[in-house]
């Protein structure tokens, strides 16, 4: 069985500091990371994706592999009141049909103003 | 305007009721895929979709049932064989060759 692994919070963080998230997953051969948010009672957004061959910023938001410990990360840097949500962390397993994702449960976000 | 939608937004039925969710893109995807999400827990997926006529269970097929004769639309029937209904119900879809998915805004359903 194919896991992703999240710490499911919350984190809390004041805002303007650093929010680090992080996710384990089992597959070694995993090749594509992504980065969802959700806000209670939406649907997953998506707001950042990499692949194995580098990490990734888009304005206050950085993705990160580190592929020998097989996790990867998000930093979201001057975090703010708005990013309060639960970010799920979603890996390709390698080798299945289709564009197939595994969705970790996610980790709780609080910024406190 | 591009998108998915979904609708209805909520639903509720009575236990033994079959149920269909729907889903509609407009981004010209290609695969498409139904989740089903629980309170606390990651999303799990129930069916996905390649092509048009194609379709592959996912993790929990159990008691649903899909169906893809047009690219623009993934229907998905929750039947009474489901034992727990009861979820928040999302859509997604991709485009070829790529692994990123775009979600609807997804259905409620409440199953008394």
């Known amino acids: 069985q194919k896991e992703v692994e999240q710490n499911s919070g919350p984190l809390s963080v004041p805002e303007g500091a650093i929010a680090s998230l992080n996710c384990t997953y089992s597959?070694?051969?995993?090749?594509?990371f992504f980065w969802y948010r959700q806000y209670s009672g939406k649907s997953p957004e998506l707001i950042m994706f990499?692949?194995?061959?580098g990490d990734k910023e888009d304005g206050r938001f950085t993705a990160q592999l580190n592929k020998a410990s097989q996790y990867v990360s998000l930093l979201i840097r001057d975090s703010q009141p708005s990013d309060s949500a639960t970010y799920l962390c979603?890996?390709?397993?390698?080798?299945?049909?289709?564009?197939?994702?595994?969705f970790g449960a996610g980790t709780i976000l609080r910024v406190k103003s | 305007d591009g998108g998915i939608t979904q609708s209805p937004k909520y639903l509720f039925r009575k236990e033994g009721q079959n149920v269909t969710l729907s889903c509609e893109q407009n981004?010209?995807?290609?695969?498409m895929y139904w989740y089903r999400q629980d309170p606390g827990q990651g999303l799990r997926l129930i069916y996905y979709?390649?092509?048009?006529?194609?379709?592959q269970k996912g993790d929990i097929a159990e008691g649903y049932s899909v169906s893809r004769e047009k690219k623009e639309s993934f229907p998905l029937t929750v039947t009474s064989a489901q034992k727990n209904p009861t979820a928040f119900y999302l859509c997604?879809?991709?485009?070829?060759?790529?692994?990123?998915?775009?979600f609807g805004p997804g259905t409620r359903l409440t199953v008394t």
């Open positions: 990499i692949y194995s061959n």
């Open positions: 979603a890996v390709t397993p390698e080798g299945e049909y289709g564009n197939k994702l595994v």
């Open positions: 981004l010209n995807h290609d695969a």
């Open positions: 997604a879809s991709s485009p070829r060759d790529r692994n990123e998915q775009y």
């Open positions: 979709s390649q092509i048009v006529n194609d379709f």
């Open positions: 597959d070694r051969g995993s090749q594509s």
